[in-house]
Each structure stands twice: as structure tokens, then as C-alpha cells.
């Protein structure tokens, strides 16, 4: 007969005992389950995070390129005489304006910092892949300058598409082959950078009678 001292001694050894290899194995298993689920869910917190941040700066970028291609625009006075309008180098003492397929030109205030700036004749083209801005001061004779010569300014990158229609006044349909004797009313712009299409900006050009 198994003595009280005895039978406590076996109860104590058997709650010593380490685990068996089968409860190691599906620890292992179950903390390898538990790594894997944290680690994928942090790499697709990372991917959403640079995507939140790739998607914040390119609308950054739409807003400032349109912003500021607006407030220029919108900040030259056109006279709607023909002998006040300037196309591809004719006269233009006061104003300048000059419209291609793929570039638009013009005389502008614009202010690049609070200490600098001033009256511009400023181009927005595309060169290559990229939308450029140029600025020059003013050309004496009244023609065009030698943008090449131009201070210079990348406004957009990864540049797919720039397409450039006016409208003459508010009631007629969008051009896009320039007219040397129209001073357009609206002017559209439509871009194309990355693979994406931005939304179209439309400026208005003011024209004194």
C-alpha cells in the first residue's frame, strides 16, 4: 500500500516535468503563425503609407504648378487690339502674347520671393519630358526672345502630354491651332505626368477694350 509521503513525492515530479516536444512544436508553430500576421500587417502599413504620401505630393503639385500658373496668367492685361498683340515676334510695345500647340507665352508681373521680381515676359512649354517654365526681361524692339537664353524652371517632371486650346469668347467651342489674330478669352491647359492625367486648368486672360 502507497504511503501519503509517496504519493506526494510522484505528484511533485510529474509537475516538474518540461514540455513534451509536441507542445514545443506547436508553441513554435503558433508564435512563427503570430510573427508572420505582424510582420506582413507592417509592410502593408509601410505600402499605404508611401502611397498616402506619393498620392499627398502629386496633388501638392497640381495645386502649386496651378496656383501659380493662374495668378500669372490672370495677372497679364491684354489689349484686344491687333497692333497691341504680339504673335510669334509681331510688335507688341505694352503687351506680348504668343500661343503655340505646345507652348504658351506672355508678359507678366511676377514675383519670385519678397525681395525679387518684376515685369517678365514668361513662357510655360514642354521641353522633352518636362513642362518648363522660362522667364526673360522684357525684349526692347517689341519680338520674341531667345527663350534658350531664358532663366529656367522644371515645373512638372515624368511629362506625358501637354495640350494647350482657347477660346476666343465665352459662347465659342475650344481650339487648338493658334489663330495669330485672336486674343483668346480662356485659355486650357491639359497635362498629362506619370501616367495620370491632371484636371484640366482653365485661365482666363483679361483684356482691356
Sequence with gaps: MRTPERQDVSVSNRSLSGFTLVEVVVALAIFSLVM?????????????????????????????????????????ILSSKRSRLSLGGRGGDATYFELTRDSIAWKSTILFGELYGGAYLVRVARENDQLVLR???????GGSPDWRKASSRVLVEELDEFRIAYRPDFNTPWA????????????????????????????KVHRTR
Design 36 to 76: 508572420l500576421a505582424t510582420v506582413t500587417g507592417l509592410r502593408t502599413l509601410a505600402s499605404t503609407q508611401v502611397a498616402i504620401e506619393r498620392q499627398t505630393g502629386r496633388v501638392d503639385e497640381i495645386r502649386s504648378v496651378s496656383n501659380f500658373l493662374r495668378e500669372a496668367l490672370e495677372s497679364a
Design 135 to 141: 522667364w526673360t526681361d522684357p525684349v526692347v524692339s
Design 176 to 203: 487648338e491651332d493658334p489663330d495669330r489674330n485672336v486674343i483668346p478669352q480662356l485659355v486650357r491647359l491639359q497635362i498629362k505626368a506619370a501616367g495620370r492625367y491632371w484636371p484640366d486648368l482653365i485661365l
